[in-house]
């Protein structure tokens, strides 16, 4: 097998390709990075005791929402995730497809929940979904994710608002790019990147947008800020899950608990799944390791909801973790965006191929 054979391995090869700005935005936390840092340390405190002359042998299919899938993986919505690769998004719903896998495509996507429809056919699409400030457009969106495929919508309840990051100041990435010295000098860098990618793209399909955003109003990568209309809704609250969840005839998910309690209302409030999350400690620098509160989050609710967790996922084995804590499957967020930016869509089909192998190295020490 030639190429990455580790997260690291894939990190250090999409680093070699990517602009910093880009390469930074995915990879980077917020605020000291503290959280970050604690996503790896607690993930490798966390043990699990081996069993012995089990005489099983492992198995790796997991059931979602009642539906069958290869492994208890899930490939989690990650904003913009075109401008990593060619058609970067449907590379990694492909892939997430001939895995068996599903694929949570993100509100900030390029390209749009009818394109990627179109593009796996025969993949299932979950949809997540970042409230706006009209919920007209949110409304009409839920619809348009509806009549593609999308059964399963996934709210994003750990983003109030968005959080400041200096190292996207620097290099001005964000929609709308935010041209700077530095950040010209970074493309300039990354020539392969800037053809191949950004001018590739921008001939083929215009330029790079928001597609899943209303026609007329989608935020560019080069062009006018967001209309207000269609920013993050302002004091989000369970009022806002409840208006979600009239109007959403699916199964519901809510992503970013951290709380027995907030687990709780969850439930209270008709959700069937949450994530135990922390966003890839991209938001609040204070949060805790999902993998030090699951147990006790799934202990109090995985009797009523369908507990997933996320956030610093580099080995099968750290998804072994979460599942020996309580969870059934597990979000990716960053792997597949570097094996995407390293190998493109074969790539990401050989990390989940090596994320499987490792899984199912690890199951064949325990019970889990």
Known sequence: MSGFLSFEQARRAAQRKLPRGLFDYIDRGVGEEASLRALRTRL???????RVLSGAAPQTDTILFGESFSAPLIIAPTAM???????????LARAAAQSSLPFCLSTQSLSSVDEIARAAPDLTIWMQIYLWADLNFSEAMLRRAWDAGARVAVMTVDTPAGSRKEWNLRSGFNMPYKVTSRGIMDLALRPNWLVGVAL?????????????????????LIGATIDPRLSLMKDLNWDHVGWLRDKWPGKL?????????????????GADGIVVSSHGARNFDASPAPIDVLSDIAAVCGHRLTVMADSGIRR???VLRYRSRGATAVMLGRYPLWALAAEGEPGVVKALS???????EGLRYTSV
């Open 44 to 50: 490798d405190a966390t043990q699990i005791v081996p």
């Open 81 to 91: 995730a075109g401008l990593v690769h060619g058609g970067g998004e449907e590379a």
């Open 200 to 220: 590739n793209r921008t001939i083929r399909r215009g330029m790079p947008a928001m597609n899943n955003y209303p026609a007329g109003l989608r935020p560019k």
């Open 253 to 269: 998910v809510l992503k970013g608990i951290l709380s027995c309690e907030d687990a709780e209302k969850s439930a209270s409030a």
């Open 316 to 318: 099968g084995l750290d």
């Open 354 to 360: 090596i994320l499987k192998e490792e899984y199912i």
